[in-house]
C-alpha cells in the first residue's frame, strides 16, 4: 500500500486564489511528521511546512497553511493568495518508523499551474 | 556555502561503467537520505544514513549500488554496471535528528541540487 497518496497529478489555479492541494497517508507508527515540499522547473526541493501528529493545531506558514485531519489521515495543503512564481510540483512526504527506522518517504507529487 | 552539495551535477556515462556520486552533508547534520528520480515523478527512497550506520535500504537498491558514509560525513553512492534505466536524477539530503521527548520536532531535509545521470 501507497504510504503517501497524492491524487490530483496536475491542478489549474487562477492568480490571486486559494487551491488546496490533497495528500493522505498511510502509518501505524503514533508519532509521525509530515512535510511539503516545492519543486520548480529549476529542480530544487523547498521545504514549506511541516505537521507533527501531536500538533494540535494546524500548521501555518505565510501564504501556506496545513489542513490536518488526524482521524482522516489527510493532510492538505492550501495556498492562499496565489501567485504566478507558485507554479511547480509539489510533494506531501512523511517521515514515521513503521519500517524500523525513521525514513522520509514522498508522494508521487502535484503539479500545480497558476493562471494570469 | 553551508548547504548540501553533490558533485557531479551531471554524468553522461555508457552503458556497463561504473559511476560514483558523492554528498557533503550539512555539517552539524547526522542523518543523510539518497534519493532517486526520475522526470514527472516524486523522490524515491533509496538508503538512509545515521551517521556512518546505514539503517535501511530500499528494495530499488539492487546489488549494484553501494552506498558509504565513512566516519559520518560525506556519502557516496556507486552504481556499479550502470543500466540504462538507471538514468535519473539523484538526491541527497541531510537532516538533524529531530527530538523526541514524547515529540517530533521538524527535522525537515535540506535537499542537494542533485547528480543527474544519463546512462547511453
Known amino acids: 500500500a501507497q504510504k503517501i497518496t497524492q491524487t490530483q497529478p496536475g491542478m489549474f489555479v487562477q492568480e490571486k486564489e486559494a487551491v488546496t492541494l490533497d495528500c493522505t497517508y498511510d502509518?501505524?507508527?503514533?508519532?509521525?511528521?509530515l512535510f511539503w515540499y516545492k519543486q520548480p522547473s529549476s529542480g530544487e526541493m523547498i521545504f514549506l511546512i511541516y505537521?507533527?501528529?501531536?500538533?494540535?493545531q494546524n500548521a501555518t506558514e505565510g501564504r501556506y497553511s496545513l489542513n490536518f485531519q488526524k482521524a482522516r489521515k489527510s493532510a492538505n495543503l492550501v495556498i492562499s493568495a496565489s501567485q504566478l512564481g507558485d507554479s511547480a510540483m509539489y510533494f506531501c512526504?512523511?517521515?514515521?518508523?513503521?519500517?524500523?527506522?525513521?525514513?522520509?518517504?514522498f508522494g508521487t507529487g502535484t503539479k500545480l499551474q497558476v493562471i494570469p | 556555502d553551508t548547504g548540501v552539495s553533490q558533485d557531479p551535477r551531471h554524468k553522461i556515462t555508457k552503458r556497463g561503467q561504473n559511476v560514483t556520486f558523492r554528498c557533503d552533508p550539512i555539517?552539524?547534520?547526522?542523518?543523510l537520505y539518497w534519493y532517486r528520480q526520475t522526470l514527472g515523478q516524486g523522490p524515491e527512497f533509496l538508503t538512509y544514513?545515521?551517521?556512518?550506520?546505514?539503517?535501511?535500504k530500499s528494495r530499488l537498491l539492487s546489488d549494484r549500488f553501494s552506498a558509504e558514509r565513512p566516519k559520518g560525513s560525506f556519502s557516496t553512492l556507486e552504481i556499479q554496471r550502470t543500466e540504462q534505466g538507471d538514468s535519473a536524477m539523484y538526491l541527497c539530503?541531510?537532516?538533524?535528528?529531530?527530538?523526541?521527548?514524547?515529540?517530533?520536532?521538524?527535522?525537515?531535509?535540506?535537499f542537494g541540487e542533485g547528480s543527474r545521470l544519463t546512462v547511453l
Open positions: 539530503a541531510s537532516s538533524q535528528l529531530p527530538l523526541t521527548s514524547g515529540r517530533l520536532s521538524t527535522g525537515e531535509l535540506f
Open positions: 502509518t501505524s507508527d503514533p508519532s509521525y511528521g
Open positions: 505537521q507533527g501528529s501531536y500538533d494540535q
Open positions: 512526504a512523511m517521515r514515521d518508523s513503521s519500517g524500523g527506522y525513521q525514513k522520509v518517504t
Open positions: 555539517s552539524e547534520h547526522n542523518r
Open positions: 544514513f545515521q551517521n556512518e550506520a546505514q539503517l535501511e
